[in-house]
């Protein structure tokens, strides 16, 4: 399926442990226009780790859905993406190169190949080569240590991608530092591709602010999403609110979607997004403290209908 950029878009961001199928597929029912899968690493797609490829399932309503890859040896990212080739209804592949975790920039993969950009390149045009998928995309930062935006936007528009993500903040910054919108204008000003705008957009008032002052052709949300999916309905309608006993259908709804893809497990992985849910709301630490003790699905069940009553 194409990506429609002649409107603006809202995208979900990868964050490793959290956006998985049943979260993604929470999200598609509020709105969110492209699904990108966690971050993949390209060894681990490549030695075919039952892990892995479970992680690159998509749900029957992800239309577009991207897979991202991690790795900094272009020949396992040539296999890599071999790998996905054999898949069908996959929109695009993704580049990692922002994730700021030392256990994978340490390796030369995701913001490491911020440092190398003749190798960036490279990756990009190895991706491009082999890909039978519509769209090579990057999801990058705006620098490792030094901001150097304008040279990063520059490189992945050579290298033939067919649109970028940009968090704005460097490796350095990590999730703490402002995030410059500045230099996700600059970017945008400067190439001919869409450019997607992402870093601490949480809500409809800073979504306009961002589309509004970077031009970007739509802004990707990560963190803000969770514990509230339906934050992409809020920004398409101007800001519309569900109330808390809305919202407990669609946490009910994760919790059966989390249960019939990873079974039991499901009910403990749960514990996190369950956390965030209850995040303001009264006696939510109360709560947080007896779902940390339940494994039993519909005890899971009866205290989340007492809660969100």
Request: hydrophobic share 40%; net charge positive; proline share 3%.
């Amino acid at each position: 399926m194409n990506i429609d950029f002649s409107k603006k878009l809202f995208f979900l961001a990868p964050l490793a442990g959290l956006t998985d199928l049943p979260f993604r597929s929470v999200v598609k029912e509020f709105g969110a226009d492209v699904t990108v899968s966690e971050m993949i690493s390209a060894n681990a797609l490549v030695a075919n780790s039952k892990k892995t490829l479970k992680m690159i399932q998509k749900s029957d309503n992800e239309d577009p859905y991207l897979i991202q890859i991690a790795g900094s040896n272009t020949d396992i990212i040539k296999k890599a993406v071999l790998e996905i080739n054999k898949l069908d209804n996959i929109t695009g592949i993704d580049l990692n190169c922002g994730c700021p975790a030392p256990k994978v920039s340490s390796h030369g993969s995701g913001s490491s190949l911020l440092k190398d950009l003749d190798k960036l390149k490279e990756i990009i045009s190895t991706i491009k080569k082999y890909s039978n998928k519509k769209y090579t995309s990057v999801k990058v930062r705006i620098g490792f240590d030094e901001k150097i935006p304008l040279d990063i936007a520059l490189a992945c528009e050579e290298a033939g991608v067919d649109f970028i993500a940009v968090h704005g903040r460097t490796k350095a910054g990590r999730y703490k530092a402002p995030v410059d919108y500045d230099a996700i204008k600059l970017m945008k000003e400067s190439i001919n591709i869409p450019l997607i705008a992402n870093g601490d957009i949480k809500d409809y008032q800073k979504s306009e602010e961002v589309l509004n002052y970077t031009k970007a052709d739509g802004v990707m949300i990560g963190r803000g999403a969770v514990g509230s999916p339906w934050v992409f309905d809020s920004m398409k309608n101007k800001g519309i609110n569900l109330t808390t006993k809305e919202k407990k259908i669609y946490i009910v709804r994760h919790l059966e979607q989390m249960v019939k893809f990873y079974d039991k497990f499901g009910v403990i992985l749960f514990r996190k997004h369950l956390h965030k849910y209850s995040k303001g709301l009264d006696e939510a630490s109360e709560f947080r403290d007896k779902i940390n003790t339940m494994d039993d699905v519909d005890d899971v069940y009866k205290t989340i209908d007492m809660f969100f009553n």
